[in-house]
């Protein structure tokens, strides 16, 4: 009989902890989820940030390049990002793009290391079923 209820304990915590981590991976999938969608976002920024850049570098072929440098007066590395950071508006930051990067690297080793335990907790589950299952027929307890 003390078996049996060892068992039980045994899997009714491991059904505890499974329900735990699968809130936890629920959480973490959607910070997962909202940052991958931040990360695209200034990752397109970026895009258009060097593509802007590179078309000063490339001799004013755009016509906001020309007038950008008309105002300015200046040629070199600093007007080419200057007139970068003014043809995305300010948006594009590079320091958010790291740091996103940064959460979204340590966001999928959180939400893989939850789906690994998750993984483990089920087999234990079943593993732990079986066991208490076989527990409460030798006492005669499922019997009667």
Same mark, same amino acid.
């Given at each position: ?9 045994? @899997? @009714? ?132």
């Amino acid at each position: 009989m003390s078996i049996a209820s060892a068992d039980l304990f045994g @899997l @009714l915590t491991t059904k505890a902890n499974l329900n735990y981590y699968t809130q936890q991976l629920e959480i973490w999938s959607a910070k997962y989820s909202a940052n991958a969608e931040k990360l695209h976002k200034m990752q397109s920024l970026e895009e258009k940030w060097e593509g802007k850049y590179d078309d000063y570098q490339a001799g004013l072929s755009d016509t906001a390049a020309k007038k950008f440098n008309a105002v300015a007066g200046k040629w070199g590395g600093q007007t080419a990002t200057a007139y970068a950071d003014y043809s995305v508006s300010g948006k594009f930051d590079r320091d958010v793009l790291d740091e996103l990067t940064e959460l979204d690297m340590s966001y999928d080793t959180i939400k893989t290391t939850m789906e690994a335990q998750i993984e483990m907790l089920k087999a234990q589950k079943e593993s732990e079923t079986t066991n208490t299952q076989e527990a409460c027929q030798d006492t005669g307890l499922l019997g009667q």
